[in-house]
């Protein structure tokens, strides 16, 4: 893709100045992941007990956690697990997705018993689902990936199965058919990189709901490992002290809702330059 | 005509089953059609909404299988191939689509399509010879080798329909089904288009299926002219002979309801001619008995075979010729 | 009836705006039947939405010129104001009857909706009239088919349920933008048939939008030739075909294959229609002009008179008994 490509990409941002912000929040989340050791002005592991719970000050501008711990550094830390959970969960989501729903509308006889299979996933309730798993796979970071990731293999499949489905109909597909072109040839040359734009959309949605759902388990103790800094853990520590130290649920929350939130944006203004596009694409000049 | 057949079409039966208001229908597409292209010849495939001549052309190819029938190009048997042999049937009888803004992947670059038919058989010797052949098959459709690169939303409805041509000659196939190539241009594209293929057929001694419903157009282009109503074929002649002296009662019908660019021959006064029979609930007997003006009982009763009309070169399906 | 004078229809910002139908101007007299004819991106559908004031907001929009419907300006009228001012015999009838139906309700109560909205009756009285309207647009079996859904029927039968809702509002005026398009040619020659004998009963007028020149030479009276969002030939039909004055109605013509069975090659228009709008100051069809000249390149055609009722937008149109 050419400048010019980038440019009509960044349409729907600048029609929608909030869309921006939502694109700074995520750069800064990433940076903060990247650069957690120079950004990070304390030790999120080191215990200080003599400045235990102290509000927001000069020093520590989120306060400190029940250790003494800075609430920021942690906070800043915790970027990286929310980043670890949500690209794993998408990754695994569309590992998964992908040949299911593709394979299902291919071959619709064993299609219609896999897209039954998924039905019956998709009719438990996310997180039941994900803690049902956690229960049977056990609590850690790899095992959050898969049980949060099964929910959004569900939605996922769907929305591939539909989408091949209709490109399966497609009059190129069928030009290809006619001169001798395989399934295998169908499925990477014209399948594949149609499903592109749409996924791209369907994966901010999942990252961000994945961080709810890591969110969740962490704060029920059933995801990531305590002494990791992941905001869900920091919730979960913050509980016995709401009425003490309102600031430990304060921020690492914030952190949580400004991060789905901004995803959640972006991938409003991605589906929007998408439609348009497809339209002028699909039909050339008006 | 002491030119050779090149494909031979025997009683040919297509069906597809859909579904209307919950319930399931077989709808007899293509019903018993029998026909023969010879070597080098435009056989044009007339007919309305419904006849089934656009699938009479993907059963050829097997985009859609048949049921039964038999297809014969070359001498080969088409519907009974598999494989390999059926991948070198595909790449010589290839077909050319109606809608030019539909039969493009408008993520593919204008050589990739081209080259596709290529790609899939693996003919292309190195980078070299890909570029070179793309961009004579470009050159020979009238569009500049620059073309290539671009994509398909950059293109014009007649430029995309040159390359959906240049995309079936790539390498250059014995016969060419051609399926409404030019009902989605306008008029002044579509003569572009049509002079295009007429000399791409002389040089490269293409056979040609042209599929249309506008009798105008396969009048301009076809040699031969085969009329298709509700799956059968009704008359079958060289252009000249139908369009001058059409026979069978809906050719007839056909060729005096299209507009004429003349206004001193104009209709007054409204024609009521009825309107075709559901596809999911066939007539018995000949299926235009019901809209037709000379039809007697046996029409209702017995469906009429295609057969030769006394000494002319022409056939007909109907029981009062 | 109907009067339009130099319509303008443009996109964009209102400092720099692009015209994509320009100062457009005809007449539909009374009972006539006038055929508007170009090919796509031409601006004949636009012209029509335009007379409708049926443009999408936001969208292109009327930048100047005047619509009058007899006699009353209603130019800047939304459809609702113009029916409130007395003004609202005017129907419109699209390309795709499917879309323009209600898939979920019986066509009985939509063309009984149609009735209800202009005459004020309602119930019975609304359904027995749509049954006449029903039958007068030639439907058979018209009490059974008063309860059948848009999808029971065949594409010319629905194009007839549009037809008899735009006659509901008895209108003076008719606009059919494309009807016969989409339908099969036995069918089309039928519903053709049937606009001209309600003209003919009614004293209906109608503005009839194609690209088909066969349907233009079998229907109408007059004619007005579009291309590039402008106008560049009126005539009355037989005139048109007999000895067009502009070189796109000329070269049009010779294109079609109705008109050349037998030859080898077809004549054709080189290039491609511009997209509307790109030709601002200078004659449009120039760049494909077999007869262009400097002049054509460098400044605005005239409208030059070839004779009574004929017009043509052209500094050197061809002249009569010029063509073969």
């Not at chain 2, 597409?29 to 026909?35: I, T, Y």
């Not at chain 2, 050719?251 to 009825?274: C, Q, Y």
Request: charged share 20%; net charge positive.
């Amino acid at each position: 893709m050419n400048l010019d490509g980038i440019a009509l990409w960044m349409t729907p941002f600048k029609a929608r100045p909030i869309a921006l912000a939502g694109i700074c929040v995520l750069l800064a989340v990433v940076l903060a992941a990247v650069f957690a050791p120079w950004l990070a002005p304390y030790d999120p592991y080191a215990i200080h007990p003599a400045i235990r719970l102290l509000p927001p000050h000069a020093g520590h501008w989120f306060g400190t956690d029940q250790f003494g711990r800075d609430t920021l550094s942690r906070a800043i830390y915790s970027a990286r697990m929310a980043l670890l959970i949500g690209s794993g969960v998408v990754f695994f989501a569309l590992i998964t997705g992908i040949p299911i729903g593709v394979f299902s509308a291919l071959f619709p006889r064993l299609g219609h018993v896999l897209m039954r299979a998924v039905d019956v996933l998709m009719a438990f309730p996310s997180l039941l689902l994900a803690l049902g798993l956690i229960v049977i796979l056990g609590p850690s970071v790899a095992n959050a990936i898969i049980a949060i990731g099964a929910g959004y293999m569900t939605t996922t499949t769907r929305i591939i199965y539909g989408l091949t489905l209709r490109l399966r109909a497609e009059t190129y597909v069928e030009a290809s058919r006619s001169m001798g072109a395989g399934t295998n040839w169908l499925v990477i040359r014209h399948i594949l990189p149609n499903l592109v734009s749409p996924l791209l959309v369907q994966a901010s949605f999942v990252f961000a709901f994945a961080q709810l759902g890591a969110a969740s388990l962490d704060f029920l103790g059933l995801g990531a490992p305590p002494e990791i800094p992941s905001w869900g853990n920091m919730l979960a520590e913050s509980r016995t002290f709401i009425t003490r130290a309102p600031w430990l649920l304060f921020f690492p929350g914030s952190m949580i809702v400004f991060t789905a939130f901004s995803l959640n944006l972006v991938g409003d203004a991605l589906r929007d330059r998408l439609d348009p596009r497809l339209r002028d694409v699909f039909r050339g000049e008006a | 005509m002491s030119t050779p057949t090149i494909l031979e079409i025997r009683d040919l039966k297509s069906s597809f089953s859909v579904r209307r208001s919950g319930r399931k229908y077989r709808v007899n597409a293509v019903d018993g059609v029998s026909f023969s292209l010879n070597q080098g010849e435009v056989l044009g495939l007339v007919g309305e909404s419904g006849c089934g001549k656009t699938t009479v052309g993907r059963s050829i190819i097997r985009l859609l299988e048949p049921d039964s029938g038999s297809v014969n190009f070359k001498g080969s048997a088409v519907l009974t191939a598999g494989g390999a042999a059926l991948r070198a049937l595909r790449m010589n009888i290839r077909m050319v689509f109606q809608d030019p803004y539909a039969s493009l992947n408008p993520r593919r670059s204008i050589g990739d399509s081209v080259a596709e038919a290529g790609d899939i058989n693996r003919l292309f010797r190195g980078r070299a010879e890909r570029a070179s052949s793309i961009a004579a098959t470009l050159t020979a459709v009238g569009l500049d080798p620059s073309f290539a690169t671009r994509y398909p939303h950059e293109l014009s409805g007649g430029q995309r329909q040159r390359v959906g041509i240049a995309r079936s000659i790539l390498p250059a196939p014995d016969v060419i089904i051609a399926d409404e190539p030019v009902s989605a241009l306008d008029v002044s594209v579509q003569a572009q288009v049509l002079n295009l293929l007429m000399d791409l057929r002389e040089q490269l001694g293409l056979s040609i299926i042209f599929i249309s419903h506008d009798l105008a157009v396969v009048g301009q282009i076809s040699d031969r002219i085969s009329v298709m109503y509700m799956g059968r074929i009704v008359e079958s002649a060289a252009v000249r002979t139908i369009l001058d002296d059409p026979r069978h009662p809906y050719t007839r019908a056909l060729i005096s309801a299209v507009p004429k660019p003349d206004p001193s021959r104009r209709i007054t006064g409204a024609i009521e001619t009825g309107e075709p029979p559901s596809q999911f609930n066939r007539p018995t007997g000949c299926a235009y008995a019901g809209r037709c003006s000379m039809a007697v009982g046996r029409c209702f009763v017995e469906v009429p075979r295609l057969r030769p009309l006394g000494q002319e070169d022409r056939l007909a399906a109907c029981h009062l010729l | 009836m109907l009067s339009v004078r130099d319509l303008t229809v443009s996109t964009g910002p209102d400092t720099a705006p692009t015209d994509i139908v320009s100062n457009v101007s005809f007449d539909v007299g009374k009972g006539e039947i006038l055929g508007l004819v170009g090919e796509s991106g031409c601006g004949k559908s636009l012209t029509s939405l335009a007379i409708m004031g049926l443009l999408p907001q936001p969208g292109p929009r009327i930048r100047a010129g005047h619509v009058m419907l007899a006699g009353t300006e209603v130019t800047r009228l939304q459809p609702w104001e113009r029916v409130d001012a007395g003004q609202g015999r005017i129907a419109m009838i699209f390309q795709e009857p499917m879309t323009s139906l209600n898939p979920v309700r019986r066509i009985g109560d939509q063309i009984a909706e149609a009735v209800a909205v202009s005459e004020g009756i309602s119930g019975a009285a609304a359904m027995a009239r749509a049954r006449e309207l029903i039958e007068l647009v030639r439907i058979p079996d018209a009490a059974l088919q008063l309860s059948a859904y848009p999808h029971q029927l065949s594409g010319g039968m629905r194009q007839r349920v549009m037809i008899a809702i735009a006659l509901a509002c008895r209108p003076q005026i008719l606009i059919a933008d494309e009807p016969t398009t989409a339908l099969d040619v036995t069918i089309q020659i039928q519903i053709l048939g049937l606009l001209r004998d309600l003209c003919n009963r009614f004293e209906m007028s109608i503005l009839f939008i194609t690209h088909d020149m066969g349907v233009i030479a079998q229907l109408t009276d007059r004619v007005v030739v579009m291309y590039a969002g402008r106008i560049v030939e009126t005539a009355a039909v037989d005139a048109l075909f007999e000895h067009p004055g502009h070189h796109y109605t000329c070269a049009l013509m010779d294109c079609m294959p109705a008109r050349n069975l037998g030859a080898r090659r077809l004549p054709t228009i080189p290039g491609q229609a511009p997209p509307p709008g790109s030709f601002a100051a200078s004659c449009a069809f120039a760049p494909r002009c077999t007869a262009a000249r400097h002049a054509c390149r460098v400044s605005l055609p005239p409208r030059l008179r070839l004779s009574e009722e004929h017009e043509t937008l052209c500094a050197f149109p061809l002249e009569v008994g010029s063509r073969k």
